[in-house]
């Protein structure tokens, strides 16, 4: 390997290093328990209580992390876009932290009449709901955006090379859904007058189950994207 070659490889793996130490952080942020150990079996019970939303909010940090993982396989090389397209994933993903915690715990309250403890509580109504949805999904669709981004530059980077770009053009296909949901469920609780019925405020977090269509609509795409080649 040249020295260049070492140099490059030191230099993904310092980048890494550091995005994995940074989303790390992230999850010490949603420690269900707070900063404080439990002295009694009471606040023992309490912080228990917050495992479901940390869980979900567990999953949804792990799912972005695994995004800048499998980046790196398409992209081996230290590249200053790929650098910085990184950095700002980890940027994004400290502001994701809050508006995702206030979500779940939020809702996982509210499911359970009360039950399973919140630090979050809608005080103002329609337009605390209007506030939490649009920064969570900007938020949600930055992340993915990025990562759309960064797969993106490993195909224009492997279609440089002369290699097959397919893998990375599939990636940035898969990112792209849920940028675009985020996007929309932003738009939506923005749009939403706030007369509407509660009901309607459900709309902008439904709209995620639209995440399921990615192996539809992706499949659909690698076929005719085949039969096109």
């Given at each position: 390997?040249?020295?260049?070659?070492?140099?490059?490889?030191?230099?993904?793996?310092r980048?890494?290093?550091?995005?994995d130490g940074?989303?790390?952080?992230?999850?010490?942020?949603?420690l269900i328990?707070?900063?404080?150990?439990?002295?009694?079996?009471?606040?023992?019970?309490?912080?228990?209580?917050?495992?479901?939303?940390?869980?979900?909010?567990?999953?949804?940090?792990?799912?972005?992390?695994?995004?800048?993982?499998?980046?790196?396989?398409?992209?081996?090389?230290?590249?200053?876009?790929?650098?910085?397209?990184?950095?700002?994933?980890?940027?994004f993903?400290?502001?994701?932290?809050?508006?995702?915690?206030?979500?779940?715990?939020?809702?996982?309250?509210?499911?359970?009449?009360?039950?399973?403890?919140?630090?979050?509580?809608?005080?103002?109504?329609?337009?605390?709901?209007?506030?939490?949805?649009?920064?969570?999904?900007?938020?949600?669709?930055?992340m993915?955006?990025?990562?759309?981004?960064?797969?993106?530059?490993?195909?224009?980077?492997?279609?440089?090379?002369?290699?097959?770009?397919?893998?990375?053009?599939?990636?940035?296909?898969?990112?792209?859904?849920?940028?675009?949901?985020?996007?929309?469920?932003?738009?939506?609780?923005?749009?939403l007058?706030?007369?509407?019925?509660?009901?309607?405020?459900?709309?902008?977090?439904?709209?995620?189950?639209?995440?399921?269509?990615?192996?539809?609509?992706?499949?659909?795409?690698?076929?005719?994207?085949?039969?096109?080649?």
């Amino acid at each position: 390997m040249s020295l260049i070659g070492q140099r490059e490889g030191i230099e993904a793996g310092r980048l890494d290093a550091f995005v994995d130490g940074a989303f790390a952080f992230t999850l010490t942020l949603l420690l269900i328990g707070g900063s404080s150990i439990p002295d009694s079996t009471d606040k023992l019970l309490l912080m228990l209580g917050g495992i479901p939303a940390f869980a979900v909010c567990f999953f949804h940090i792990a799912f972005f992390w695994h995004g800048h993982v499998r980046w790196r396989r398409r992209c081996h090389e230290a590249t200053t876009t790929g650098r910085w397209l990184s950095l700002l994933l980890v940027f994004f993903a400290m502001i994701f932290v809050y508006p995702l915690h206030m979500v779940f715990a939020g809702l996982f309250n509210g499911l359970s009449a009360g039950r399973l403890p919140s630090d979050f509580h809608l005080v103002g109504g329609a337009a605390d709901m209007r506030t939490l949805f649009a920064c969570y999904g900007l938020a949600y669709a930055c992340m993915a955006g990025t990562l759309t981004a960064l797969f993106g530059h490993a195909a224009r980077r492997a279609g440089r090379a002369g290699f097959d770009t397919l893998g990375a053009r599939r990636e940035m296909r898969v990112w792209s859904v849920p940028a675009v949901i985020g996007l929309a469920s932003a738009l939506v609780a923005l749009l939403l007058p706030l007369s509407a019925p509660g009901w309607m405020w459900a709309l902008p977090g439904f709209m995620y189950a639209l995440l399921f269509l990615i192996g539809p609509v992706v499949s659909r795409f690698n076929r005719r994207y085949g039969q096109a080649a």
